[in-house]
């Protein structure tokens, strides 16, 4: 199914971007070869035969800017610029410095030239005013396949930014995986299993109670509820790799690790750092107001995810299978999400009403100091604890760590080529406008269910990208207010699930899995849980 996704993303963002530019050219949007009229003031006498520089202010007036580039500026645009005289060409040349107050048609323009901070062009002069100041129009530089261009440059940033992030990785990895062989070799990883065996069998009953992917799944779910993501994904990589042992047709995903994987996807955590540590930084009365609305979120997600896994293991499709299987299962599978859905909704509810009742006797912030002091003390506690009872067993701690550490460094080299194919294919996706094709096409759906329509570009980033969906959110809280009820949805959507997209690529990447099976439909329907448990507990509270 990945292969499918995959693709997908890259055709339809490869496809809209030539599609759009299509449409621009022949529309003209960046009035290539039209003459703008504008007036000129120059900081000295212009003496138009002099061959010399000149620093000017661009001025066009707003209704005009309008009308040539189809934009809703309300003030009149001025832009400073230099004008340079070629005697030998008999022309006179215009750069453009960009600047905050540019019109944003001109930013992109000057972004797909490829300078990014300046704009070229030529002058001509209609008639002086006076010494100091003119009338005349500008020719800007042609752009073209201004998409197209953006796609090329985002491919290229997000295969770099794979790269950053796998080498990003190593040292932790290094520390974890160091750490982990302490525990194992000092048999407490067997020893928090066999407390959690009844949860761990019921989820995974084809991972024997003893095994050490047991600790590490352990382990990995308790560190991203505490909101330790750079423990969690040490932890889930090793536990992927333990769970690969058991594996006894390499390459393709067990159902223990497809399991695994919901829950991973479903990103149930205590306190959601990043989203409030941006509503604080943008002037949030109650950057924490989040903290329910998300654990009620990513509860429901939590729950479709994991049932949607073990519903989904029971009906294997063959590969090559999955068009006629979907196409024979399209209503039952329907009802399937629907029912669940609804279901985890309601659980949710109930849980949520008890942490509610629980909280009227616990004062929340208090319950926040509480949970942010455990999530502070959790890393170190854990390092003292492994390396104390490694010493107690007389395990060689030193050289078990540094054993541990290679695996980290030789796991994290390994999942590159995993993580540049689904950023890059990401990183088109966007840049080439799919992201708002899909917009369009959702949106009558979306109004369906009362999801301000402001909201749905952060439900559909999510799964996609953990940087990007920041910046969409934070975009958002912006524009309508961090406090607001389409700020706070926001915030949930982020709290309340994971980036499933890259969440995949790092841990089967890791094993050398390329055959997925319900792995990421299990996510996506996890995805959408959160976001409609988001939706319903925030209305409910806010709306």
């Known amino acids: 199914m990945l292969n499918y996704v995959w693709l997908g993303l890259l055709v339809l963002g490869i496809g809209v971007a030539l599609t759009t530019d299509f449409i621009d050219k022949g529309n003209n949007k960046y009035q290539n070869n039209t003459p703008i009229p504008v007036y000129v003031n120059f900081n000295e006498e212009f003496i138009k035969e002099a061959a010399k520089s000149y620093d000017v202010k661009l001025k066009i007036k707003a209704e005009v800017f309008n009308k040539y580039y189809k934009t809703d500026v309300t003030e ?204 604080a930084s943008m002037g949030s009365s109650d950057p924490a107001i989040i903290i329910g609305t998300s654990v ?60 509610g009742t629980a909280l009227n006797f616990i004062n929340p912030d208090l319950f926040k100091e509480i949970i942010q002091i455990v999530s502070i003390l959790a890393i170190p506690f854990l390092i003292f604890s492994f390396v104390t009872y490694g010493l107690i067993k007389k395990v060689k701690v030193y050289e078990k760590f540094i054993e541990g550490a290679k695996e980290g460094f030789n796991v994290a080299v390994r999942i590159i080529p995993y993580l540049v194919a689904m950023l890059v294919a990401i990183g088109i996706f966007r840049a080439g406008g799919a992201m708002d094709f899909l917009i369009m096409i959702l949106q009558p759906i979306t109004d369906l269910i009362g999801m301000p329509a402001e909201a749905l570009p952060m ?31 926001v915030s949930t959507f982020f709290g309340s699930s994971e980036t499933t997209f890259y969440v995949i690529a790092v841990y089967f990447g890791s094993v050398n899995i390329s055959r997925t099976r319900h792995a990421l439909a299990a996510g996506l329907l996890a995805d959408l849980a959160g976001t409609l448990g988001a939706l319903f507990i925030v209305k409910q509270l806010f709306g």
């Open 76 to 279: 009149d645009v001025e832009e400073p610029a230099k004008l340079s005289y070629d005697k030998a060409k008999d022309k006179i040349s215009v750069y453009m410095k960009i600047g905050d107050k540019t019109p944003a048609i001109w930013k992109k323009m000057a972004k797909v030239t490829g300078k990014d901070d300046d704009l070229s062009g030529n002058f001509v002069l209609a008639k002086s005013i006076d010494s100091v100041s003119a009338e005349g129009n500008i020719v800007l530089e042609e752009i073209s396949f201004a998409h197209m261009k953006d796609v090329t440059n985002n491919a290229l940033d997000y295969a770099g930014t794979a790269v950053n992030i796998a080498l990003g990785l190593i040292g932790i990895m290094a520390m974890w995986l160091g750490l982990m062989k302490i525990a194992e070799e000092a048999g407490l990883i067997k020893i928090i299993a066999a407390a959690l065996k009844p949860v761990t069998k019921f989820l995974f009953p084809d991972v024997p109670s003893d095994h050490p992917a047991v600790g590490s799944i352990i382990m990995n779910v308790s560190a991203n509820m505490l909101g330790l993501s750079n423990a969690a994904t040490p932890f889930g990589l090793k536990a992927m790799e333990e769970l690969d042992k058991l594996n006894t047709e390499k390459g393709t995903a067990t159902n223990a690790m497809c399991t695994f994987l919901a829950i991973n996807t479903a990103g149930l955590t205590f306190i959601p750092a990043s989203a409030i540590a941006i509503r």
């Open 296 to 355: 009620f979120g990513a509860t429901c997600a939590t729950i479709v995810g994991v049932t949607s896994a073990k519903f989904m293991e029971k009906f294997p499709i063959k590969k090559g299978e999955f068009g006629p299987w979907m196409k024979s299962n399209l209503k039952p599978v329907a009802i399937f999400t629907f029912i669940i859905a609804l279901v985890s909704i309601l659980i949710a509810t109930g849980i949520g009403a008890l942490i």
């Open 459 to 489: 439900a559909l980033m999510r799964p996609l990208s953990g940087s990007g969906s920041l910046g969409v959110m934070a975009e958002i809280m912006s524009v309508h207010g961090t406090d607001s009820m389409i700020g706070i949805l």
